[in-house]
């Protein structure tokens, strides 16, 4: 009943030697990407999911432009490399940090370093040892990230008038999910991993996605309600 990416060690100290003739450990690690099934453009975006806890640990939900492969071949030859191509990190969870990093990935704040203005990420707290949901919602203005219906960062198009060489919002076309769990090192992010932890697992109950029921201008008029919605500002 969920998707469970787990990460694990294998000790292959006869095979593997570093320079210094040390043994290396070989870490296994679980992953998964819509590419080439699904792509989203604008909505809302969730998963709830339970984090594994650990020293080194680093799940993440995230999305990429739909032209661009995580193995770096682009799959049209429209396609942008990255950061070009764009990138939402709707979730990144680091080592014992007990928060969740949310953080968007450009030309603009990456190759011309605008990372301030605006800021190009954030952070938000969430229940540790829990399930947690973490989510974005998505127009073509602005990005809000939430935790647990909470929004706890956004990230806003300036629609700057030379966007073609700015390119601070390529998120305008579809992109890809992937979830994963990956693990750190000496020089990596999350820092060294504590071996002892494992095998440790990210447990994701579901994602999902909403669209507009009205796909229409905010300023069109709206629909009347159907009878199976519930109007009630105070039920959660």
Known sequence: GQLVLQVTNRDKEDQ??????????IYNSGSIR??????????????RAKLPEGKGAFPAFWTLGSDFTLDGRISSEQGASWPVCGEIDIMEQVSMDKIAQHSVHTHYTLDLGYDKNPPRNGYGEYRDGE???YGIEWTAEKIIFTVNGEETFSYPNLHLPNESLMQQWP???????????SVGGEDAWPGPIDDRGLPAHMEVEYVRYYEKENKGNDDDEEEEPSDNLIQNGNFE
């Open 34 to 47: 819509t590419h080439g099934k699904r792509e989203f453009l604008y909505g809302r975006i969730e998963m």
């Open 171 to 181: 998120f305008d076309v579809p992109y890809y999910l992937i979830l994963n769990y």
């Open 16 to 25: 593997y030697k570093n320079p210094r003739g040390n043994r290396q450990v």
């Open 131 to 133: 399930f947690n949901i």
